[in-house]
């Protein structure tokens, strides 16, 4: 079992910028595959970005060039950059690990 934890959300204005972060309970975490997914109000949850254990990226069009994720083993974290945040970009943002563990979200707000 792999507990997951979010941090980092907030209200910021758009052009903002935020980085969420999701730490794990567990070392083996570092050998998971780890997506950021985001689901705003009255939508579907959608993939956000997601890293192997190897590193390798992919990210949703929507985010390519704005957004960075990234992990940090010896932290059994992985971050999400976010750079020149839009409105739409609006949502509870969940950390998964092996497309099994899900986090309880982060809520990001951004304003007009």
């Known amino acids: 079992q792999v507990q ?3 941090s980092g959300g907030g209200l ?4 903002g910028s935020l980085r969420l972060s999701c730490t794990a309970s567990r070392s083996t975490f570092r050998i998971l595959a780890t ?3 985001r ?3 009255g939508k579907q ?3 956000v970005a997601v890293i192997s254990s190897g590193g390798t990226t992919n990210y949703a069009d929507s985010v390519e060039g704005r957004f960075t994720i990234s992990r940090d ?3 059994n974290t992985v971050y999400l950059q976010m750079n020149s945040l839009k409105p739409e ?5 969940y950390c998964n690990a092996n497309l099994i563990y899900w986090g309880k979200g982060t809520l990001v707000t ?3």
């Open 35 to 37: 997506g950021w997914y």
């Open 89 to 93: 970009d609006t949502a509870v943002y």
């Open 110 to 112: 951004v304003s007009s």
């Open 4 to 6: 997951l934890v979010e």
């Open 45 to 47: 949850r959608e993939l």
């Open 12 to 15: 910021v204005q758009a052009g």
């Open 39 to 41: 689901q705003a109000p």
């Open 73 to 75: 083993n010896a932290k």
